[in-house]
Structure formats: structure tokens, C-alpha cells
């Protein structure tokens, strides 16, 4: 199936969107020794308030998921696939 030029760049962006988005969230967990600052707000690393946010934001990685489609680019004509 052919897919215009312009789908596909926005569906590339998008992945591209929601791989950073989700590495970004991921660096929070993983680095559960650094404290934050949000909004001019310090939080201690191992403070109750970082354990609640670190928690929060693996409940969002879990239910952001992966995306539930994949597009590729591939300049070989739907005919010359095998099976068609």
C-alpha cells in the first residue's frame, strides 16, 4: 500500500516524538539518585515526594506504551512483494 510522502513524515516525527518523550521519562527512574528541580522546587533524591513522582512517571511509561504502529519506508512496489 502506497502512503503519501506527508503521512509518512508526520508518523516518523511522531515516533521520533514519542522515543525521546519516553527515554526522557525513563531517565527519571534510572537515575533515582539525583534530586530534581521542578518549577524553581528542589526534591531530594530519596525524598517520600521523588519516590511518589518516580512512581508516577512509570505508571505514565506503562501506559504510554509503544506506539501500536510501525511504518517503514520501503521503495519496492506492492507487486513485487512476495506473496502478492
Known amino acids: 500500500m502506497k ?5 509518512v513524515g508526520f508518523i516518523e516525527l511522531l515516533q521520533q516524538w514519542h ?3 519516553t527515554a526522557q521519562l525513563r531517565a527519571i527512574i ?3 539518585d539525583l534530586g530534581m528541580d521542578i518549577d524553581g522546587r ?3 533524591a530519596k525524598s ?3 519516590k511518589g513522582i518516580r512512581f ?3 505508571l505514565s511509561l506503562d501506559l504510554l506504551g ?3 504502529f ?3 519506508k520501503n521503495d519496492e512496489p506492492d507487486s513485487t512483494k512476495k506473496g502478492l
Open 3 to 7: 502512503i503519501n510522502d506527508e503521512i
Open 19 to 21: 522515543k525521546n518523550k
Open 30 to 32: 534510572v537515575h533515582d
Open 42 to 44: 528542589k526534591i531530594a
Open 48 to 50: 517520600e515526594l521523588a
Open 56 to 58: 508516577g512517571v512509570a
Open 66 to 68: 509503544n506506539l501500536p
Open 70 to 72: 510501525l511504518i517503514s
